[in-house]
């Protein structure tokens, strides 16, 4: 089946540092991609969609100077979260939709972002 | 109102029920209906994936869909203690640009 690898699936960092979060779907190509926020006993929030070649579209109330989004590749995409502050501790996870369509969106594992 | 509907549970069976699941939504623009399963920590599963309505198996996984009432469903045969999870119902259209909506996601717990 369509497996997406996310990386790290943990990190803590210090605040005003910056973190980058790798999504890549190994064995298919993804034009799109997604990447979301969960926090405890919640659903998943978009943050903003991934094109490659374009830039991303971030979500209403999201940070596209904070959250950097980059899809160089059909197969890679990453969010670079930078000057991390405690509030953005979160479970970050990426998702892929498979170009050759009818097939779902495969998740990758997430990552557990805590700043100190 | 939520453009999709989800009952968060949470929901309690004995081992080897079934475990019947819903979503009802809003926008019937939706063509393209997935559930999940989700454990703790875990990035999302994807269990079972529909396009339009109909139904569809996969092993003990029956995923049915009514467009006509906007309402999708997930049934899970022989529940094991290994089915529990909290599962997610998720939909997207074209005209959404394949956004996923999701329900709030179901925490069921299968008893042995």
């Known amino acids: 089946g369509a497996v997406v690898s996310q990386h790290p699936s943990w990190v803590i960092c210090k605040s005003g540092t910056s973190v980058k979060i790798e999504c890549r779907s190994l064995?298919?190509?993804?034009?799109?991609m997604f990447w979301y926020r969960q926090f405890p006993k919640q659903s998943l929030m978009l943050m903003a969609t991934?094109?490659?070649?374009?830039?991303?579209?971030?979500e209403q109330g999201v940070e596209k100077d904070k959250f950097l989004i980059n899809h160089a590749s059909l197969t890679l995409s990453t969010l670079t979260v930078t000057s991390a502050h405690p509030e953005d501790s979160s479970f970050y996870i990426c998702?892929?939709?498979?170009?050759?369509?009818?097939?779902?969106?495969?998740f990758g594992s997430g990552t557990r972002l805590t700043v100190v | 109102q939520k453009e999709v509907e989800q009952d968060p549970g949470p929901l309690s069976v004995p081992e080897g029920a079934i475990v019947s699941l819903n979503c009802t939504y809003s926008?019937?623009?939706?063509?393209?209906f997935m559930w999940y399963r989700q454990y703790s920590r875990k990035g999302p599963e994807l269990l079972m994936y529909?396009?339009?309505?109909g139904n569809k198996e996969d092993g003990r996984f029956t995923a049915q869909v009514d467009k006509s009432s906007k309402y999708i469903s997930l049934f899970i045969r022989d529940s094991q203690p290994s089915d529990s999870a909290t599962y997610l119902c998720?939909?997207?259209?074209?005209?959404?640009?394949?956004?996923?909506?999701f329900g709030a996601g179901t925490t069921v717990t299968v008893r042995a």
């Open positions: 529909t396009y339009s309505s």
């Open positions: 991934s094109n490659e070649g374009s830039k991303a579209t971030y």
């Open positions: 998702s892929a939709r498979d170009d050759r369509g009818e097939k779902g969106y495969t």
């Open positions: 998720a939909m997207s259209s074209v005209s959404n640009d394949y956004k996923l909506s």
């Open positions: 926008n019937s623009a939706f063509q393209y």
């Open positions: 064995d298919f190509q993804a034009t799109t």
